[in-house]
């Protein structure tokens, strides 16, 4: 296999015509080093009969396919082979890749992003390799895994206020504040 100088990704063509990316470590720790921590499922059954019912929130928010999720197989392995090579692409880095060309080439200082030949920045992703195949993950695709919808939702007036639990958490939350507004937090 064909090793990379820098810390760049490159493709190599494979067999069948498709591109696979051979993709160098990007943290000094190896998978041995790693420890995933698996999610629990939420005992939603538990807290409704400790009083704590939060369905309404839940399906209000639209997170039941999430919280449904939470019950599926966590692939251990693949997890920890996706974040060492895990690199985050995001304006910043897209800006010192320009800067980066400009001053190997300071003819094309002035120029676009796309008369330098890199397309314009839209959306920060995270992109690493597994077994060869690129993965870019951005806030729609975890929003699609989650099976919720990619947009937040700011609710007020909640017609349950009188929780106990409403209670306990703003109590938490705004511990030794004089302002109980979560914009003051």
């Known amino acids: 296999m064909a090793k990379s100088s820098s810390n760049k990704a490159f493709a190599i063509q494979i067999d069948y015509g498709k591109s696979y990316v051979i993709k160098p470590k990007t943290m000094v720790l190896g998978k041995k080093d790693l420890i995933v921590q698996v999610e629990s499922p939420v005992e939603f059954i538990a807290l409704k009969r400790h009083g704590v019912d939060v369905s309404s929130y839940r399906l209000t928010q639209g997170l039941n396919g999430y919280f449904g999720m939470l019950n599926g197989p966590t692939y251990e392995e693949l997890v ?106």
Do not use: Q
């Open 80 to 185: 920890k082979e996706f974040w060492i090579k895990a690199e985050v692409y995001d304006k910043e880095t897209a800006k010192y890749e320009e800067i980066e060309k400009i001053n190997g080439d300071s003819s094309l200082k002035g120029k676009t992003t796309e008369e330098m030949g890199f397309p314009e920045f839209t959306i920060t992703e995270i992109n690493s390799a597994i077994m060869g195949i690129p993965i870019n993950i951005t806030e729609e695709i975890i929003a699609l895994a989650a099976r919720c919808s990619n947009e937040g939702k700011f609710l007020s007036n909640l017609k349950n206020k009188a929780s106990p639990w409403i209670k306990t958490t703003y109590a938490a939350f705004h511990k030794g504040r004089t302002s109980d507004k979560f914009c003051d937090m």
